[in-house]
């Protein structure tokens, strides 16, 4: 993101020339006043702030008048609302790609009217490589073209040592095979020499270079299976290492990283990139030591033999070695293209899955078939394109390759004709070069697999390089918890230029209970979020009973923390080992009790299998109110000093509600509770109700405290009260006792 541009000089000696002060700031945007595309700027000295047009200075507003600042989100663009005297001017128009920038500009002017101006740099967000200019692959930083490949390898290889010994078995299996190769021909040509065309050749001489020329081919095959057996070994262990470290260092990722990654994208990376690595590995890394000595020995073998049918053979290799150059560029971009569309397809397949209820429940099946279709359909075209390609320029490479054959055979069979030279020494001359082809052939196809494996290596290596959110956990310390939490000046956001949590200060003491309200998007979930660790806080600080939560120990303190959300997820598993999640020592009688808190005993008992009913995927074999009761008891098993309740009663009925909320009163019982819940009747137990508005506090106080202030809070209970009444009148007439829709806010209802 670009906070300091160049102006030039044009536009700076014009700034100076009306001594509009020094430049603090400057952006560039792309539409002018007009609508139109030009060229602008924004500028901030420490005076003014400063719109300019094609070099011309457009609006200046003092900075000491401005009242308030707003970028504006309008649809496929922005605007910059500057307010000065009560006068809203709209500074700078721009498109989509320049809103984080003046979301920026928002947090910069807002910090200077706040009195806490502070020094921002421009930073790198781009998705081009700034060496070439090229894209990054689809959702990685990896340059295609300026990628240290050689270093890839060189990590591969690292990681493979472990195995060392299966890789030096796998060298000495290829060298055996190697030498029997080697010796094969010379076997092929005194058979035919000594005993198929010499007249005098005698039966048994015949019989024994059959028998020597079987017991090479069986030795290739055994060697061949014993080579197949370790390098299978090899690889998958490789394989299941990498594995391993992606997947545990998803699990060091703080859920902010996680959440800008596409679940498709990182199950590519840990199934398919691994496995790609282990079959490069298994089938070319090792195979390439071996090729290069075969092939060099080969090459030795056949200048000894006659250099001037070895040269023959090596006629063509320039023109072959043009062509292959350019095939491997084209084959490169082709491949990067498909894998980019096959990662589109992941993506999306994975992203309709998991929003398949929602396909079914609105009917959207025929939908959802087209989308998948269409980007099945771009890989397929992508596939078919990039087959057809490899399936003809491979095979015409091959053909020159073996061009030189012509020649040999040509040259050589005259020789064979006026007798200068043996038909075995042809054969065996001619198996030697066949062996010389195949190996120049393997070596055409090895960029395609350095690029895949590279390309793979890369994407593997990027997660692995991310810096781990938790790896510094076991220096933290594991204080008493008692519940006793402060908020102080807690700024929050998941962008840094657009704070959610603004300057947050509260003190919970221990066993109180908050309820959190405000207006949707008010930040209410965010301070959750804050509080249960899923993000830490750009400035301010959560202590908890004099601690920094973030010098806390992760695990110990989520181990002190109960958690029920609306939509409570379970595991697919029995009961029993959902309620243990969060205290997997926890007895049997401990879930008994955790269950009977949670008021789920009785329908537990009920089930046909009791604790060990299988719930399911995501538990959907129970009802909603179910899954929430057996979240309850998951959350209090161990027995937690804080509490988080987060639309704990949204998604069940009235009746249900009333066994939950009887759960749940049972449950706060001498915890520190937060509880967002947008039926504001439901918090009628908080010793304290806490207001947001934009992420700051608006209001704190007792029900009765906020309705006598007339703010906020009584704005949104009279609301909810109409709301409610709307509801029962339209219950009476014939709409049923059950609230339409989660917990009966309906399309338009009130805010929270
Ligand atoms: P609601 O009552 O609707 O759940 P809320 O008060 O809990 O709203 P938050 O969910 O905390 O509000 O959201 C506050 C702001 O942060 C919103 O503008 C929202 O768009 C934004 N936001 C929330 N989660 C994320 C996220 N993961 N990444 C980026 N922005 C987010």
Redesign the pocket.
């Given at each position: 993101m670009i906070l300091r541009c160049e102006l030039g000089k044009v536009i700076e000696e014009k700034i100076e020339k009306a001594a509009l002060g020094e430049i603090v700031y400057s952006l560039p945007y792309d539409v002018n006043e007009k609508g139109m595309f030009s060229e602008n700027f924004f500028v901030i000295t420490h005076k003014n702030l400063i719109s300019i047009s094609n070099d011309e200075i457009k609006t200046v507003l003092p900075i000491e008048k401005v009242e308030k600042v707003k970028a504006v989100e309008l649809v496929g663009a922005g605007r910059l609302e500057i307010t000065c005297d009560s006068i809203c001017y709209p500074v700078a128009k721009y498109t989509a790609e320049y809103m984080p920038q003046f979301a920026m500009v928002e947090r910069i002017i807002q910090e200077i009217l706040d009195g806490e101006a502070r020094a921002h740099e421009s930073f790198e967000e781009s998705k081009r490589c700034p060496n070439c200019g090229r894209n990054y692959l689809r959702n990685t930083r990896i340059c295609p073209q300026c990628s240290d490949k050689k270093g890839m390898f060189k990590r591969v290889a690292a990681m493979a040592a472990p195995c060392k010994n299966l890789y030096i078995i796998m060298l000495v299996l290829f060298w055996l095979n190697s030498a029997v190769m080697l010796l094969a021909p010379e076997v092929q040509k005194r058979m035919i020499n000594d005993a198929i065309t010499n007249p005098d050749g005698k039966l048994s001489v015949l019989i024994f270079f059959v028998v020597i020329t079987a017991i090479c081919n069986i030795l290739t095959t055994a060697i061949g299976i014993a080579r197949r057996i370790v390098s299978v070994k090899a690889s998958n262990r490789l394989v299941k290492d990498m594995r391993g470290e992606v997947y545990s260092k998803l699990q060091q990722m703080g859920?902010?990283k996680l959440?800008s990654k596409k679940t498709g994208d990182m199950m590519q990376r840990i199934n398919r990139d691994t496995m790609r690595i282990g079959h490069f590995i298994q089938n070319i890394g090792v195979m390439a030591v071996n090729e290069i000595i075969l092939f060099l020995s080969v090459a030795v073998v056949l200048f000894v033999y006659n250099w001037r049918m070895a040269i023959l053979i090596l006629l063509p290799m320039p023109f072959v070695s043009i062509i292959v150059n350019k095939a491997r560029h084209e084959v490169r971009r082709r491949y990067h293209t498909q894998w980019r569309k096959s990662d589109k397809m992941t993506s999306k397949l994975n992203d309709i899955l998991n929003g398949m209820r929602v396909v079914k429940a609105f009917g959207r099946e025929n939908w959802a078939i087209e989308q998948f279709a269409e980007v099945a359909t771009e890989v397929k075209e992508q596939s078919i394109d990039n087959d057809r390609f490899s399936g003809t320029i491979w095979p015409i490479v091959r053909f020159l390759v073996g061009f030189g054959s012509y020649f040999v055979l040509l040259y050589g069979g005259n020789l064979v004709a006026n007798g200068a030279l043996k038909l075995g020494d042809l054969m065996q001359f001619s198996t030697y070069a066949s062996y010389l082809y195949n190996r120049l052939d393997w070596f055409a196809m090895l960029p395609r697999h350095l690029s895949e494996a590279a390309t793979s290596a890369q994407r593997v290596f990027e997660v692995l390089d991310e810096e781990s959110d938790y790896d510094t956990e076991e220096k933290k310390g594991c204080p008493e918890i008692k519940g006793d939490i402060i908020f102080k000046d807690v700024t929050f956001?998941?962008?840094s230029y657009?704070s959610?949590?603004k300057n947050f200060s509260l003190h919970v003491k221990e066993g109180e209970m908050i309820g959190?309200v405000?207006?949707?998007?008010?930040?209410?979930?965010?301070?959750?979020?804050l509080l249960m660790r899923l993000y830490d806080v750009d400035d301010g600080a959560i202590t908890i009973n004099g601690n920094n939560l973030k010098d806390i120990d992760r695990a110990y303190y989520k181990h002190n923390l109960g958690i029920v959300l609306q939509e409570s997820y379970l595991f697919a598993g029995s009961i029993l080992s959902n309620i243990c999640y969060a205290k997997p020592d926890a007895t049997v009688d401990d879930v008994v009790r955790a269950a009977k808190i949670a008021n789920a005993h009785d329908f537990i008992m009920r089930l046909p299998n009791g604790y060990d009913t299988y719930v399911g995927e995501k538990g959907y074999r129970l009802s909603g109110g179910e899954r929430q009761r057996i979240a309850i008891a998951r959350a209090v098993i161990s027995d937690p000093k804080i509490l988080i309740l987060?639309?704990a009663t949204a998604s069940v009925d009235t009746e249900t509600e009333a066994q939950i909320q009887e759960a749940l009163g049972r449950l706060v019982k001498g915890r520190t509770t937060f509880a967002?819940a947008?039926r504001l009747s439901t918090l009628k137990n908080a010793n304290r109700l806490v207001v947001?508005e934009e992420?700051r506090i608006a209001e704190v106080g007792t029900h009765n405290q906020l309705m006598e202030k007339d703010g906020i809070y009584a704005g949104l209970v009279k609301a909810q009260r109409t709301m409610n009444a709307m509801n029962f009148n339209a219950d009476e007439g014939g709409m049923g006792g059950r609230r339409r829709g989660p917990g009966g806010r309906g399309p338009g209802g009130p805010?929270?």
């Open positions: 859920i902010g959440e956001g998941y962008k657009r959610v949590i959190l405000g207006h949707s998007g008010a930040g209410k979930s965010t301070l959750i979020n987060d639309e967002i947008h947001l992420g805010p929270r």
